[in-house]
C-alpha cells in the first residue's frame, strides 16, 4: 500500500507562497496523487488530484516529477483563510488502497 | 443545498448506549462512506458502500453497523457505545466506485459528527 509521508506543520505569512511536499515512495501505476483541505470543523475537501508532470486549477499546482515518488502542492499567495490541514492522498477512491497521511498543519500569519 | 448533508452535527451520550447518524448526499453518487477522525487527526475508513452493497469493510468492531436503504443515504448505528468511540465521523460519497484508475474520483465529504461518550 503506498503510504504518505508530509511534514507535519508548516509556517507561512499572508501573500507567500507555500509548497508542501509529499513522500509517496511505493506508488502504484495505476495510483493518482489527491490533495484535500480540511478546516476545523469541517471534511475534508478536494483541491487538486494529479497522475504526472504538473496540473493546475484556480486554487493551486501539483508538481509530480517523472519517478512519481513525491508531489508537491504549491499555494500562490496564501491568505489567513488558507489556514487549514492539507492531505496527500494517493490511491483509488473506492479501493482499500485509501491512506490519507498524518496532514500538514498550515498556519498563515498576517 | 448541502450536497453531503449528516446528522447530527453533535452527538453526546453514555457507555453502552445505542445511537444513529444519518447522512443522505444529493450528488447522484453511486458510493458512500464513513470515516472516523480521532484526537490526532488521523482519518481512516471504515466502510464503503457501492449502490447499497458493501464494498469495504475495515477492521471496525461489529458494535457498528452501517445500513444503506437506497445509494442516497448511508446511515451508521452504534451499538453499546463505548469511551474509545468518542471521536468525529465524517460521511461521504463518490461518482465512480473505483478500479484504481483515480480520474474523477473525488471524495465529498459532509461536515462531521463530533460523538462523545461519557
Known amino acids: 500500500l503506498a503510504k504518505t509521508t508530509q511534514p507535519i506543520s508548516m509556517d507561512s505569512y499572508e501573500g507567500q507562497e507555500v509548497n508542501i511536499t509529499c513522500s509517496h515512495n511505493?506508488?502504484?501505476?495505476?495510483?493518482?496523487i489527491t490533495w484535500y483541505q480540511q478546516f476545523p470543523s469541517q471534511g475534508p475537501r478536494f483541491i487538486i488530484q494529479?497522475?504526472?508532470t504538473k496540473v493546475t486549477n484556480e486554487v493551486a499546482s501539483l508538481f509530480i516529477p517523472a519517478d512519481r515518488k513525491s508531489s508537491t502542492l504549491s499555494l500562490p499567495r496564501v491568505s489567513l483563510s488558507d489556514t487549514a490541514v492539507y492531505y496527500c492522498?494517493?490511491?483509488?477512491?473506492?479501493?482499500?488502497?485509501?491512506?490519507f497521511g498524518t496532514g500538514t498543519l498550515l498556519a498563515v500569519q498576517p | 443545498d448541502t450536497a453531503v448533508s449528516q446528522t447530527p452535527k453533535y452527538l453526546v451520550t453514555q457507555m453502552g448506549n445505542d445511537k444513529s447518524i444519518k447522512c443522505e448526499q444529493n450528488?447522484?453518487?453511486?458510493?458512500m462512506y464513513w470515516y472516523k477522525q480521532d484526537s490526532k487527526k488521523f482519518l481512516k475508513i471504515m466502510f464503503s458502500?457501492?449502490?447499497?452493497?458493501?464494498?469495504i469493510n475495515e477492521t471496525v468492531p461489529n458494535r457498528f453497523s452501517p445500513k444503506s436503504p437506497d445509494k442516497a443515504h448511508l446511515n451508521l448505528h452504534i451499538n453499546s457505545l463505548e469511551l474509545g468511540d468518542s471521536a468525529v465521523y465524517f460521511c461521504?460519497?463518490?461518482?465512480?466506485?473505483?478500479?484504481?484508475?483515480?480520474?474523477?474520483?473525488?471524495?465529498?465529504f459532509g461536515s462531521g459528527t463530533q460523538l462523545s461518550v461519557l
Open positions: 461521504a460519497s463518490s461518482l465512480i466506485p473505483g478500479t484504481g484508475s483515480g480520474a474523477n474520483e473525488k471524495l465529498f
Open positions: 511505493n506508488i502504484a501505476t495505476n495510483d493518482y
Open positions: 494529479g497522475y504526472k
Open positions: 492522498l494517493v490511491g483509488g477512491v473506492a479501493t482499500n488502497k485509501l491512506i
Open positions: 450528488l447522484g453518487h453511486d458510493t
Open positions: 458502500y457501492n449502490n447499497k452493497e458493501l464494498i
